[in-house]
């Protein structure tokens, strides 16, 4: 099965036009299986409904952000392995190194191109596929 | 981008967070001691304008809500009434730009508009400066450096 086919994407974001842009870019990518949710509250109950391989998250979102989220992801076992891409205007140093001591698998700060977010979402996705 | 019809849809929506941001301003505004935490849901809306409309290449909107944001967030921890005053009044010029510019995107920048910037940006300077921020390639630095 392709990477398209296998992967099961979950964008979380509270601005409905950011959501939007980026299921649009995924979709236009080929990826088939791509599910949104509003914040981090939403995410949680989708990822223990479902098997996610990578979430693509913004910060600022209530309730839950996405900080809170991603240490959420790190400290269950069954949902450790996923891949988690922050995706935010967030670029104070502090945060960053913060998200990056939280086990985010990268960052990416707004305005995002097309061209980033795609590299950034195969590399992620291909390093989870085979692991070192 | 998309199509015109969609591109309105995300300026409605930036202008939903302008509408809270000046709610949250009016109450700081009449009771400036007492709720000077709400700055930090200003800032919080500044920056949801400001990461989408960077995403939708609304520059002059980024800059301003931008500056909005740190200001905000300098007014969190204004130690006196004065501080708090000037914050507040930068605030609602930024937040009044902010609601025109969404109204009238794709609007040639004016001189009015970069003074008010400038204003902003000496306003932000005399509380400290904005928080230090890092570029992608720090980012990238920094995820390698982790190993």
């Known amino acids: ?132 | 981008m998309s199509t015109p019809a969609k591109i309105k849809e995300f300026i409605q929506e930036l202008s939903g967070f302008a509408s809270t941001a000046e709610s949250v301003l009016t109450a700081i505004e009449a009771d400036m001691e007492g709720q000077k935490h709400q700055f930090s849901v200003f800032s919080e809306k500044m920056f949801a304008i400001r990461g989408t409309a960077q995403q939708l290449n609304l520059e002059e909107i980024a800059k301003i809500a931008g500056l909005g944001e740190e200001i905000a967030i300098k007014g969190t921890t204004a130690q006196s009434r004065s501080q708090i005053r000037k914050c507040v009044g930068s605030l609602w010029d930024a937040l009044t730009t902010v609601k025109y510019l969404l109204e009238h995107t794709g609007e040639e920048t004016n001189e009015e508009r970069g003074i008010l910037i400038n204003r902003l940006e000496s306003t932000l300077r005399a509380f400290g400066g904005a928080r230090p921020t890092v570029t992608a390639d720090e980012i990238e630095q920094l995820l390698k450096q982790r190993g």
Not at chain 1, 100 to 118: C, F, N
């Open chain 1, 1 to 132: 099965m392709s990477l398209h086919d296998e992967s099961n994407i979950l964008v979380v974001d509270d601005v409905n036009s950011m959501r939007t842009q980026i299921k649009a870019l995924l979709i236009g990518f080929g990826f088939r299986n791509v599910d949104t949710v509003a914040n981090g509250e939403e995410a949680k109950a989708a990822l223990t409904s479902k098997a996610y391989h990578l979430v693509l998250a913004d910060w600022h979102m209530e309730p839950t952000n996405g900080m809170e989220l991603l240490k959420f992801v790190r400290a269950e076992p069954s949902l450790k392995p996923i891949a988690f891409l922050m995706i935010t205007a967030e670029s104070t140093k502090e945060r960053v190194i913060e998200a990056i001591k939280s086990g985010v698998d990268d960052y990416l700060v707004k305005p995002l191109t097309r061209a980033q977010i795609e590299t950034k979402v195969y590399t992620i996705l291909l390093k989870k596929r085979t692991p070192a």
